[in-house]
Each structure stands twice: as structure tokens, then as C-alpha cells.
């Protein structure tokens, strides 16, 4: 067989646009980058956003604002309705309802954030511990946080008032005592897939402790779930404050949440049903806004849905 020679003439050169080349691959991102350009795509999701930051400036500012002070008592004005002085109405003791709503806001929004919080410390070490070194450590673990999730939540929260003087922190400890153990649930399943990922298994051949092996390593790459968790976390101990501040278990007076403001009004609904729609409405807003924010990051911290 003969040979065909080849020559420099016989090959056309392609001219490639760098340009071009870059404008079809597309410009590389991080994780994170990817995930807020994702949820700014959620249109429910931003409102749900700008929801809660107007909600948490009318809990700084909302009293300033009316001129008015939430336990200042005016029988002469007492159950008037919403007007030019009263923005809200005033309730059966003359308080200005406007005021005491965003009083009450500011106390439960405090204990809805302060309770995620401590629940995200303890759930997080507690299911990052369980989920890492597993075996025995794990059964022990997670059979304690079972038995405390099987104790009723309201004769926890019964037997706190009655050992403890009733007040804001009590009623956050009563929430927090059973309330981490959904976090820790799902940092541990979290962390037993990723414990056997080669990065891991890396880190560990190079002398990484435990301890870096866990907040270095792996709990920061469980962080989509968590933030996600959390952020369901915050509306459910605002409604639990409110349900229990409702059955009387509550913040005491002279402080006021949207939960006592409900209670307060409820006597008296028949006839005069703007007392108890404000902090219900608000009740319900801030609910709203927090679970259509936790589910556009769920579905933007989703590594499944990167493209």
C-alpha cells in the first residue's frame, strides 16, 4: 500500500474568538454565588424579605413612631377605634393598640430569633458529635434527644413556670429544651454522608483532629440545610410563643407580645374585633413571610437545581 503524505496545505486552521469560547462555557461561580442568583429569581421569596426587614424596623421604631407608649393607661379612651390619634384603636384599658403591637413585635421577634438560636448551637454540636463518630456514641445520643422528644411539650413548659418565675427567658428555655432536637436530626444525617467523602478522608490521612474534621470540614458544608431549617425554625417558636402566651403562659405583665394582645382581645371580640385583628394579622404576616423566605432557600441552596 502506498503512504499518503500529508502536507501543511492540506489542514485549514479554525480561528477561535476567545470571547466567544468564554461566552459559551459562561463565567465559573461559586456555591454561593449560584445559590443568591437563584433566589433572586424568586420574586415571593424577595417579598418575603423585604416582609421581614419592614416587620423588624417597625419593632425598633413602631412606638417612637406613634407617639404613643404601650402601658400608658387611659380609661377616658378606653376601647376606641382606630383613628387619626389612635392609629390601631386603644384597648379596653386605653393603651394604643399601635404601640403595643410593635412592642409586641420586638418581644416576639426576640424570642423567636433567641430560641432558633440556642437551637441551632445545641442541635448543630449535638447531631454533628452523633452523626461523626457514630456506633454507641450515636445510639446513646439519639435516644436521648427521643426520650426528650417524647415528654409533652406544654407540661415542660407547665413545670418550668412553676420551678422558675415566669418571664421572657423561662419561657425561651421552656421552648428551647426540646425544640434543637429537629436541627440536631437533620445535621446528623447530614454529616454521616459526608464523613466518608474523599476530602474528608484526605483531611484525616494529613492529621486533621476531630474537631477541625467537624467545624472545618463538615459541619459548613451541612450549612444550606441548616440555614434552611433555621429560617423554618424562627416562625414556629413565634407561634408557639404566641399559643402559649394565649393560654396565660406567657410574657407577664406590663409586657406586651403579639400572643398576650391576642388573649386580651379575645373577651372582648364581639365587640370589638380591630383588638384582636392587628396582632393576629401580624401573627400570621411575619409567618407568611418567614416560611416563602425558607422555601426559596431550600430550593436555591439545592445543589440539584444548579445549573
Avoid at 424568586?42 to 402601658?71: D, H, P, T
Avoid at 432536637?181 to 467523602?197: D, W
Wanted: charged share 15%; glycine share 8%; with cysteine.
Amino acid at each position: 500500500m502506498s503512504q499518503v503524505q500529508l502536507r501543511d496545505s492540506d489542514f485549514e486552521s479554525i480561528q477561535i474568538d476567545q470571547k466567544e469560547t468564554e461566552k459559551i462555557s459562561g463565567q465559573s461561580t461559586s456555591y454561593w454565588k449560584d445559590a443568591w442568583r437563584r433566589f433572586r429569581k424568586n420574586k415571593l421569596a424577595l417579598a418575603g424579605v423585604i416582609i421581614i426587614i419592614l416587620l423588624a424596623f417597625m419593632a425598633l421604631f413602631g412606638e417612637s413612631i406613634s407617639g404613643q407608649n404601650y402601658r400608658d393607661n387611659d380609661l377616658m379612651n378606653a376601647n376606641k377605634p382606630p383613628s387619626s390619634e389612635h392609629w390601631f384603636g386603644t384597648d379596653n384599658l386605653g393603651r394604643d393598640i399601635f404601640a403595643r403591637t410593635w412592642y409586641g413585635a420586638k418581644i416576639s421577634l426576640f424570642i423567636g430569633l433567641m430560641a432558633s438560636l440556642i437551637d441551632l448551637v445545641i442541635g448543630v454540636i449535638w447531631g454533628a458529635v452523633a452523626g461523626f463518630f457514630g456506633g454507641k456514641i450515636d445510639e446513646y445520643m439519639m435516644r436521648i434527644a427521643d426520650v426528650l422528644y417524647s415528654v409533652p411539650y406544654l407540661l415542660v413548659v407547665i413545670l418550668l413556670m412553676v420551678i422558675m418565675p415566669q418571664g421572657l427567658w423561662t419561657l425561651i428555655i421552656a421552648m428551647t429544651i426540646t425544640g434543637w432536637i429537629n436541627m440536631a436530626r437533620i445535621v446528623r444525617g447530614q454529616v454521616m454522608q459526608l464523613r466518608s467523602e474523599e476530602y474528608v478522608m484526605a483531611a484525616k490521612s494529613l492529621g486533621a483532629s476531630n474537631a477541625r474534621l467537624l467545624f472545618k470540614h463538615l459541619v459548613p458544608n451541612t450549612m444550606g440545610p441548616i440555614i434552611v431549617t433555621l429560617t423554618l425554625t424562627i416562625p414556629s417558636a413565634i407561634f408557639t410563643e404566641a399559643f402559649l402566651s394565649y393560654l396565660g403562659l406567657g410574657v407577664p405583665a406590663p409586657k406586651a407580645s403579639w400572643g398576650t394582645m391576642s388573649s386580651d382581645a379575645l373577651a372582648s371580640f364581639q365587640y370589638y374585633p380591630y383588638q384582636l385583628f392587628f396582632p393576629a394579622f401580624f401573627i400570621c404576616l411575619t409567618m407568611l413571610a418567614f416560611n416563602i423566605v425558607g422555601d426559596g432557600l431550600r430550593d436555591a441552596l439545592d445543589p440539584k437545581e444548579r445549573k
